[in-house]
């Protein structure tokens, strides 16, 4: 009889383990749930969908991009920036990653309460978080506000490591 209630007990404890750590994920970039662009609407956009992707963001990322202060986003590559799969990155690097600084402070929290691997979507916004704020820390114009910027990305530097290596 105390078997079966230990068993009952440990199932429980999984379901409510299990549940809090996908709603846990899904909170890291909540403007990603729903994005509305003109009359299409995107569902939880992500640019990778194979290896290929993978490569084609590393390639955009070595040709440059640049994040204007009016909130829009661009690739250097005329030829890259020309491609589809380029639209579904401006889609995430305009709508979905945080460009705010206490939004910023705030996915550097959540990431530092995560448990367990990032979502592969997760990995990909925070790493162009990263990118976000390397540019923000060479436009900064102040030392103070190159020091904040710094410090984010310092911070989302080490999410991401021990993400990729499992220690902090």
Same mark, same amino acid.
């Given at each position: 009889?105390?078997?079966?209630?230990?068993?009952?007990?440990?199932?429980?404890?999984?379901?409510?383990?299990?549940?809090?750590?996908?709603?846990?994920?899904?909170?890291?970039?909540?403007?990603?749930?729903? &994005?509305? +662009?003109?009359?299409?609407?995107?569902? =939880?956009?992500?640019? %990778?969908?194979?290896? @290929? /992707?993978?490569?084609?963001?590393?390639?955009?990322?070595?040709?440059?991009?640049?994040?204007?202060?009016?909130?829009?986003?661009?690739?250097?590559?005329?030829?890259?920036?020309?491609?589809?799969?380029?639209?579904?990155?401006?889609?995430?690097?305009?709508?979905?990653?945080?460009?705010?600084?206490?939004? &910023?402070? +705030?996915?550097?929290?959540?990431?530092? =309460?995560?448990?367990? %691997?990032?979502?592969? @979507? /997760?990995?990909?916004?925070?790493?162009?978080?990263?990118?976000?704020?390397?540019?923000?820390?060479?436009?900064?114009?102040?030392?103070?506000?190159?020091?904040?910027?710094?410090?984010?990305?310092?911070?989302?530097?080490?999410?991401?490591?021990?993400?990729?290596?499992?220690?902090?």
């Amino acid at each position: 009889m105390l078997s079966w209630r230990m068993l009952l007990i440990g199932l429980f404890y999984c379901c409510i383990k299990t549940g809090a750590t996908q709603c846990q994920s899904k909170a890291l970039f909540p403007a990603a749930s729903r &994005i509305k +662009r003109g009359a299409a609407t995107v569902v =939880n956009p992500a640019f %990778h969908s194979s290896f @290929d /992707d993978v490569h084609l963001l590393f390639e955009i990322l070595l040709a440059g991009i640049h994040f204007e202060a009016s909130g829009e986003f661009s690739v250097k590559d005329a030829e890259l920036a020309s491609l589809r799969k380029t639209q579904n990155l401006e889609v995430i690097c305009v709508d979905i990653i945080p460009r705010k600084l206490k939004d &910023i402070f +705030r996915l550097i929290s959540d990431l530092s =309460n995560h448990n367990g %691997h990032l979502h592969q @979507d /997760d990995f990909e916004r925070t790493l162009l978080t990263l990118v976000y704020t390397a540019q923000q820390v060479v436009n900064s114009t102040t030392l103070y506000q190159r020091d904040v910027w710094a410090e984010s990305f310092v911070s989302l530097y080490k999410a991401i490591k021990q993400d990729l290596t499992g220690t902090n």
